[in-house]
């Protein structure tokens, strides 16, 4: 089947908002150091330009997590397919994900790691789906909320592709 994709957040307007985020988290984090953690593969195109707008001293990490269900709908059975390279305690996280639906993902992560001693934890996502959540979830730091529709680009895929869309577009199917 194929599938046509059509822009809903074009790339400058990407930029602005993640050189935004960036500065917030510079003031936030003003005499502290952060590990970004970035839930593979999606949000990684995310985390870097991210960590490039951060003033305060930065070090990454990746996670990457599996849950089980079609490639639309997060079952909420959450696998740890790689975990960090790197113990947390004592460090200041910021979890970084590329978009949030149900919440399940960031939820399970969130209570995991919390587990693991960190000085302390908060949650950053580039984009949001407000309307699909199922979980009671805090996100510190949200690009932009959208509507109830699959996207893809700047990391987001759909069945591995449009990862590397240097925008967000909605999918639609032919
Ligand atoms: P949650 O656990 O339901 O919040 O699902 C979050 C994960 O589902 C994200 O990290 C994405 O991997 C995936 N996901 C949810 N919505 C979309 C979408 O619209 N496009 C691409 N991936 C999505
Ligand atoms: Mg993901």
């Not at 790339?11 to 500065?23: A, M, P, Y």
């Not at 759909?158 to 577009?169: A, H, M, S």
Request: aromatic fraction near 8%.
């Amino acid at each position: 089947m194929a599938e046509t994709i059509e822009v809903l957040i074009p790339e400058e307007d990407i930029e602005r908002r993640v050189k935004e985020i960036g500065e917030q988290i510079s003031r936030d984090y003003e005499g502290r150091e952060v590990r970004l953690i970035g839930i593979l593969k999606g949000a990684c195109f995310f985390m870097c330009e991210l960590a490039k707008r951060i003033t305060v001293p930065v070090s990454i990490d990746f996670m990457q997590c599996s849950s089980y269900g079609s490639s639309t709908v997060s079952s909420g059975v959450i696998s740890v397919k790689k975990d960090l390279d790197e113990p947390i305690d004592g460090l200041h996280i910021i979890v970084v994900e590329d978009i949030v639906d149900s919440g399940k993902t960031l939820h399970y992560l969130g209570q995991m790691l919390e587990q693991r001693g960190a000085a302390s934890i908060r949650t950053c996502t580039l984009l949001d789906k407000p309307e699909r959540r199922v979980v009671d979830l805090h996100v510190d730091y949200t690009g932009f909320e959208i509507p109830d529709q699959f996207v893809v680009g700047y990391g987001m895929d759909y069945n591995q592709k449009y990862r590397n869309l240097p925008y967000i577009g909605i999918v639609h199917l032919d």
